[in-house]
């Protein structure tokens, strides 16, 4: 199983960022898959994840109306566009399978000045 991030970046307040997730390995259709961020001292939290099928999605409060999770089952891949962000938005952002099950390295995205 692999999970590989990419697209995060220095980047503005009010800027956006695209994150894409490549899944390899297992039947990516069948798995909820998420992103996941943690800031320096701070825990892990979820920011948003997607149903395998119907597409289904659910956010963070934080994140709710700027940021956009998305998945191409054909390519099986996840994005997580980012909008209008903020400098709390700076994080180590992770792909997630399963619900906690596997997990991506993580890419590093700074909002700042």
């Known amino acids: 199983v692999q999970l590989v991030e990419s697209g995060g970046g220095l980047v503005q307040p009010g800027g956006s960022l695209r994150l894409s997730c490549a899944a390899s390995g297992f039947t990516f259709s069948n798995y909820v898959m998420s992103w996941f961020r943690q800031a320096p001292g701070k825990e892990r939290e979820l920011v948003a994840h997607i149903i395998g099928a119907g597409g289904r999605t659910n956010y963070a409060d934080s994140v709710k109306g700027r940021f956009t999770i998305s998945r191409d089952n054909a390519k099986n891949m996840v994005y997580l566009q980012m909008n209008s962000l903020k400098p709390e938005d700076t994080a180590v952002y992770y792909c997630?399978?399963?619900?906690?099950?596997?997990w991506g390295q993580g890419t590093q995205v700074t909002v700042s000045s």
């Open positions: 997630n399978a399963g619900r906690g099950l596997f």
